[in-house]
């Protein structure tokens, strides 16, 4: 009986040309875990060294359109996620992918071999980059000689025993039994062998068949003096030839060879497409330019580790292969599609404070285009900071859900802001992602939702994700396209690339757009009024990384112009935040009393006053933290828990004002 050894239920694809990748794809797909597999198209943006990383991120976002051709391959029942990711080296960003994706098996696609086996650095065995990421062996191999796609009805594989050759019979017959084909074992022997030795070999292939395949096979066992002319004839009957590597490092003609000489020969040589697999482990004769090369790629490895521990670069890094925009997945369709396979829900969030102007197309379009024609949404919930207009009837009359957020958890007392709506919206909602989007918006557009939920869906990495966007703001009747965003650049910006430098890539902290995984926003504090977008970044990116959190270009956002007191005071609330946040963080007093009333002088003929107004953000405990929610998320705990749960228990805050957010 067949060992049933589980099939990869991980695999990466690095595609340099997404039009030559149906092959790898349709093998990819064959060879997948069905149960949980995942299939991901990877493309690699190569920085020259003494350019900054971020350089990247325009090429990164057209390689990410490139990538989506790929999709089309994928046959029915699988999905591919196309990810790329930015580096100096090719190599270096495969490996780096492979461990960010946790890999079983990385399939790479062959040109072939330069003429006389070298190019311009010396000796080459596939290329640089496959021969680099090899020799690192981050996990088991793939490397197919492409001929083309057609039908798989045979698939020859010629072995000679060992743990290639086993890998090897794994995926051929996984490959098989996708494909409703046969699998033909060629094993051969020395002529003039005695015919109890030949017995002997018959039984020997049997067994191995009977241990390795469960699919259509047959054995054939062929004497041959030549045994690259008799693999090569043999695979003219088949449509695939799928071989494990060997150990024969060197050949006659002094070349090197890292799967050894005899299955780079084969596939050179012939005529169906051709895999050479081999399994993660040390390599073994290694020849002295081998160990030379390998020795500079470790080299390359420690240069790359330094530069990640260095923020500027980390931050360069992250802003090429973090940066999206909504038309990357404006296709609804397909990420319901990708929800469900992943088996997420999706929660929306409306906080409103007065917004009967532009709350009602807000609703009607959401629930049109992303719950009626498709799926995308699993709940609308407008929060609402009890509205004083119409906000709330006329949402409810659209089919949004309205809660008030003073309503929500009232035993703990309710704080006027919008970071209390969220955080209250956060008990209320059930959804495994939540996003957020503001509603004092003219001429709204479902790229506010589906924009930051995208990636989200896209890279599993990905925990936080912020949209940004031109700013214009109506001043005077008149549209100031440059207008917007003046407390980010006077006051966010420079206290984060001060303090918080890891964060200096976000182009739009202060936005009101963002969507996260619930996992991630149950178990972060939350500022109650204006302080609630910079505390959610300093707080994610603490917990998830910056290599957590993402941001997408949402194009353009036309909203209310606030005056220049109001911009001072969310300024003012800002500050204290950030301050708050570095003496928790770095375990010092920067100040013996952190000030929370802010003094504005009114003068006017013949008057003179000074207007003092409380002005700090309370904070929210994380929601995880919270008894009821834990009672409405989690299935009831043991005492002992129960016990904690209670200890930990916030004390009830009082009811009262702060500015409106």
């Not at 997420?344 to 009626?372: D, K, Q």
């Not at 990636?455 to 009747?477: A, S």
């Amino acid at each position: 009986m067949a060992i049933k050894a589980p099939l990869p239920s991980r695999i990466l694809i690095p595609v340099a040309n997404p039009l030559t990748a149906e092959e790898l794809i349709r093998l990819g797909a064959a060879m997948l875990d069905r149960r949980a597999g995942e299939l991901s198209a990877l493309g690699i943006v190569e920085v020259p060294e003494g350019m900054p990383l971020s350089e990247g991120a325009t090429r990164a976002r057209h390689a990410r359109r490139l990538l989506q051709r790929v999709l089309d391959f994928a046959p029915p029942g699988s999905t591919i996620h196309p990810i790329v990711r930015i580096g100096r080296h090719a190599a270096e960003g495969i490996i780096e992918a492979s461990a960010e994706q946790e890999a079983d098996l990385i399939i790479f696609g062959w040109g072939g071999r330069a003429a006389g086996g070298r190019d311009a650095g010396g000796p080459t065995i596939f290329s640089t980059t496959i021969d680099e990421v090899v020799r690192d062996a981050p996990c088991d191999i793939a490397v197919v000689k492409q001929r083309g796609t057609k039908p798989i009805q045979r698939i020859l594989v010629p072995v000679r025993g060992g743990p290639h050759a086993e890998l090897a019979l794994h995926f051929a017959d996984a490959i098989a039994r996708h494909h409703d084909a046969t699998v033909t074992i060629l094993h051969l022997v020395p002529p003039g062998i005695t015919l109890a030795v030949r017995a002997q070999a018959e039984r020997a292939l049997a067994s191995f068949i009977k241990q390795h395949i469960s699919g259509r096979s047959e054995g054939i066992l062929q004497e041959a003096p030549n045994v690259r002319n008799a693999i090569l004839k043999e695979a003219e009957k088949a449509d695939l030839v799928v071989m494990g590597a060997s150990t024969q490092a060197s050949g006659t003609d002094g070349e090197t060879y890292l799967f050894g000489a005899l299955p780079e020969s084969i596939a050179a040589r012939a005529k169906p497409s051709v895999m050479i697999v081999k399994t993660r482990e040390t390599i073994e004769r290694a020849t002295f330019e081998q160990l030379a090369a390998r020795a500079e790629t470790l080299a390359a490895a420690d240069r790359a580790a330094e530069e990640a521990r260095a923020v500027p670069a980390r931050v360069e890094r992250w802003f090429g292969e973090s940066n999206f925009h909504h038309a990357e997945f404006a296709d609804l369709r397909r990420l319901v599609t990708l929800k469900e396979k992943q088996r997420l829900t999706i929660s929306l969030v409306l906080p409103t404070l007065n917004e009967e102007e532009t709350i009602g197309p807000i609703v009607r379009r959401a629930m049109r285009e992303m719950v009626g024609r498709v799926p995308l949404l699993d709940e609308v919930l407008v929060i609402d900071s009890a509205s004083t207009d119409r906000t709330r009837e006329i949402a409810e009359a659209e089919g949004a859900r309205v809660v008030q957020h003073p309503d929500v958890l009232p035993r703990y007392g309710s704080f006027v802001g919008k970071g209390e709506a969220l955080w209250k919206s956060l008990f209320e909602t059930s959804g495994d992602i939540v996003v957020w989007a503001d509603t004092d918006v003219k001429h709204w557009h479902p790229r506010m939702v589906y924009g930051t939920l995208g990636p989200l869906l896209h890279e599993p990495r990905l925990q936080y994700v912020k949209g940004y966007y031109q700013r214009p703001i109506v001043e005077g009747g008149v549209l100031n396209e440059g207008g917007g965003g003046r407390v980010t650049e006077l006051v966010a910006r420079p206290l984060i690339n001060l303090f918080y430098p890891e964060l200096s890539g976000m182009i739009q902290p202060l936005s009101g757009e963002y969507a996260g995984r619930r996992a991630l926003l149950e178990s972060i504090p939350f500022f109650t009024g204006y302080a609630v977008e910079i505390g959610h970044l300093i707080d994610a990116t603490e917990r998830a990384g910056i290599e957590g959190l993402g941001q997408v270009d949402l194009e353009r956002r036309v909203h209310r112009n606030q005056e220049l007191e109001g911009l001072s005071r969310m300024s003012f609330v800002i500050l204290q935040a950030v301050m708050k946040r570095l003496e928790e963080r770095r375990k010092v007093r920067l100040f013996a009393e952190l000030g929370s009333t802010m003094k504005l002088p009114r003068s006017g003929k013949g008057r003179l006053s000074l207007e003092i107004i409380e002005l700090a953000d309370q904070e929210r405990p994380p929601m995880i933290r919270i008894p009821e929610y834990l009672e409405r998320r989690r299935p009831p705990g043991t005492a002992g828990e129960q016990a904690a749960a209670a200890a930990d228990r916030p004390k009830a805050a009082p009811r009262r004002r702060s500015p409106k957010s």
